[in-house]
């Protein structure tokens, strides 16, 4: 199956820095999801975004989709950006998402 | 609204219990899912369900029986609970059933077993 690897695990950040959270994917992908957890639990969608840029608010995603990787933008960051972002893909047209093992990102006061 | 809502929120229950976990979706959606995150948050899906019909069943024990009364329905029976069944289930729904199709997931049911 796809092989899906987030970067980096782990990243503090103080509140107002920006970040940028990276995924690879290892085949040609029909979907792909950037999803934020937050620390209730609840999978909030960002975007979804096979290829090309999008933006919404302070975040912004972009995927090339020939070179197999996403990456998520944060700007400005705030305390309630902090949660695991998770990047999910599905390849071959079989419906189920996989998922990346996510990176959690704190973000201090 | 809530779009995909699930209950319980949280279940904590005795090892060799049966239990249930229902789903619900209000966004007139045709394909539903669970999906499971361990303890170190790996998400994997389990199966999917559209119009009814399964047509999604990853490897997982038998002891999980997916039902869909109904398309905005899908639930999760679990017999014989194990410890190594703790875990957080999503249910989630997309439009149709489409590699292309934004997946809407619920709030999660947290099910400890001791």
């Known amino acids: 199956g796809i092989q899906v690897e987030q970067s980096p695990p782990d990243l503090i950040l103080q509140e107002g820095a920006n970040s940028t959270l990276r995924c690879n994917f290892s085949?040609?992908?029909?979907?792909l999801q950037w999803f934020h957890q937050n620390p209730w639990g609840q999978l909030i969608n960002l975007f979804y975004?096979?290829?090309g840029t999008k933006q919404n608010g302070r975040l912004s995603a972009t995927t090339v989709a020939t070179e197999r990787y996403s990456l998520l933008y944060i700007s400005s960051s705030q305390t309630t950006d902090s949660g695991v972002y998770f990047c999910?893909?599905?390849?071959?047209?079989?419906?189920?998402?996989?998922f990346g093992a996510g990176t959690t990102v704190t973000v201090r006061a | 609204d809530t779009a995909v809502s699930q209950t319980p929120k949280y279940l904590v229950t005795q090892m060799g219990n049966d239990k249930s976990i229902k789903c619900e979706q209000n966004?007139?959606?045709?394909?539903m899912y669970w999906y499971k995150q361990d303890s170190k948050k790996f998400l994997k899906i389990m199966f999917s369900?559209?119009?009814?019909?399964?047509?999604i069943n990853e490897t997982v024990p038998n002891r999980f029986s997916p039902k869909s009364p109904d398309k905005a329905h899908l639930n999760l029976h679990i017999n014989s609970l194990e410890l190594g069944d703790s875990a957080v289930y999503f249910c989630?729904?997309?439009?149709?059933?489409?590699?292309?199709?934004?997946?809407?997931f619920g709030p999660g049911t947290r099910l400890t077993v001791l």
């Open positions: 989630a729904s997309s439009q149709m059933a489409s590699s292309t199709d934004t997946q809407y």
């Open positions: 085949d040609s992908v029909n979907n």
């Open positions: 975004i096979p290829s």
């Open positions: 999910a893909v599905d390849s071959s047209n079989d419906y189920k998402l996989s």
């Open positions: 966004l007139g959606h045709d394909t």
């Open positions: 369900y559209n119009n009814k019909e399964l047509i």
